[in-house]
């Protein structure tokens, strides 16, 4: 479910803005639902459509073991294995909004995050502007 806002400027065209509902949740400081990450990964790995109806948008918090810590493109650290399989493509990667919230982050321990949900391509699960918890 969705919630449509719509900004309106003198002279100026309509701006359509859609919040989901999660994210409007997580803006207004509500608790994130605690999810193993085996189970978006699954959701992913199984069929991607359905994974980004039922996860996209969802304010969560995951533990995982760190696999990489990366500023290439923009900030992120990587977990993987998230599928329990022995031999899986499936990545969550956390975006924090700021390069500096990637020193608490040690690559091979375990780390608990939280973020918005957002099914990518290749494999790769986001969670936008995460931080650790």
């Not at 919630?3 to 999660?22: C, E, K, P, V």
């Not at 400081?29 to 459509?49: E, M, R, S, Y």
Request: hydrophobic fraction near 45%; charge should be neutral.
């Amino acid at each position: 479910m969705h919630t449509a806002i719509r900004l309106f400027g003198a002279g100026l065209a309509a701006i359509a803005l859609t919040l989901g509902t999660a994210a409007t949740a997580y803006a207004q400081g509500a608790p994130p639902q605690v999810v193993d990450p085996k189970v978006i990964g699954n959701a992913v790995d199984a069929n991607k459509a359905r994974a980004a109806l039922e996860w996209d948008g969802k304010f969560v918090q995951i533990t995982a073991e760190v696999t990489d810590i990366s500023t290439a493109f923009s900030p992120s650290v990587s977990f993987s294995k998230v599928t329990g399989q022995a031999f899986d493509l499936i990545q969550i990667v956390c975006y924090p909004a700021e390069e500096s919230a990637l020193i608490p982050f040690t690559k091979g321990q375990k780390a608990t995050v939280r973020g918005v949900v957002e099914v990518g391509y290749m494999g790769v699960i986001k969670l936008n502007d995460c931080v650790k918890a």
